[in-house]
């Protein structure tokens, strides 16, 4: 069966240290994949989107990885701050809709 | 920044009622969408919306769901006859290009909270 899977635990992390979150996928072959940030009673926001044809897309603080053979996208925050704590969803193409994974909720402490 | 905006924040009703949620997407986009979200679980596609006519739906989207572009600015999630199960947040998300186009990140509103008692 498809699948996409975030870790389900938190994600605790010290102010100023690098937050790394995992999306591993099954049984899906994206033509790119996204991530998206989500705040208690909102809607997700969109972050940053990579092609299958990218290795590796930077924002700002934020970087994503994507490999197509291990079925896999990483998500890291540098310099982490308490403003980043949220969840974190990865979403995948499939046709005519994007595919959200269970999220990542992060904190980031001071 | 242009923004969706969802109407109303929370609604409440009883079982068996029928519920319209509204939606104004981006102006300039051509597909809509509708998510939901149970609460503590992930966000689950619904319906993709292009051309007025359903481009793809999901097991969720029975025949107690309907979507509905009446004029140039709204898109409707109507249910028929809630369940109690159809308790959720329901997001609609618009995007410039549909999601199969590779460049097309979806913009979300921020909900209408379904409680269906």
């Known amino acids: 069966s498809q699948k996409i899977e975030q870790n389900s635990e938190a994600l605790n992390i010290q102010e100023g240290k690098t937050a790394t979150l995992t999306c591993n996928y099954t049984n899906y072959s994206p033509a790119y994949l996204q991530w998206y940030r989500q705040d208690p009673g909102r809607g997700p926001v969109f972050l940053l989107l990579i092609r299958e044809n990218e290795k590796e897309k930077r924002k700002e603080r934020l970087k994503v990885t994507f490999d197509t053979t291990l079925k896999q996208s990483l998500f890291h925050i540098t310099a982490s701050q308490p403003a980043d704590s949220a969840t974190y969803l990865c979403a995948l193409d499939d046709t005519d809709k994007l595919i959200f994974g269970t999220g990542t909720r992060l904190q980031v402490f001071p | 920044e242009p923004e969706v905006t969802q109407t109303p924040s929370h609604q409440v009703t009883q079982m068996g009622q029928e519920v319209i949620l509204r939606c104004v997407p981006i102006?300039?986009?051509?597909?809509f969408y509708w998510y939901r979200q149970i609460l503590g679980q992930k966000v689950e596609f619904l319906v993709s919306?292009?051309?007025?006519?359903?481009?793809?739906k999901s097991e969720i989207f029975d025949d107690q769901f309907s979507v509905e572009r009446p004029d140039g600015s709204n898109f409707t999630l109507k249910i028929r006859s809630t369940k109690l199960e159809d308790s959720a947040m329901y997001f609609c998300?618009?995007?410039?290009?549909?999601?199969?186009?590779?460049?097309?990140?979806?913009?979300f509103g921020n909900g209408t909270r379904l409680t269906v008692t």
């Open positions: 998300a618009s995007s410039a290009v549909g999601t199969g186009a590779g460049n097309s990140p979806l913009h």
């Open positions: 102006s300039n986009h051509l597909y």
């Open positions: 919306f292009y051309n007025n006519e359903i481009s793809e």
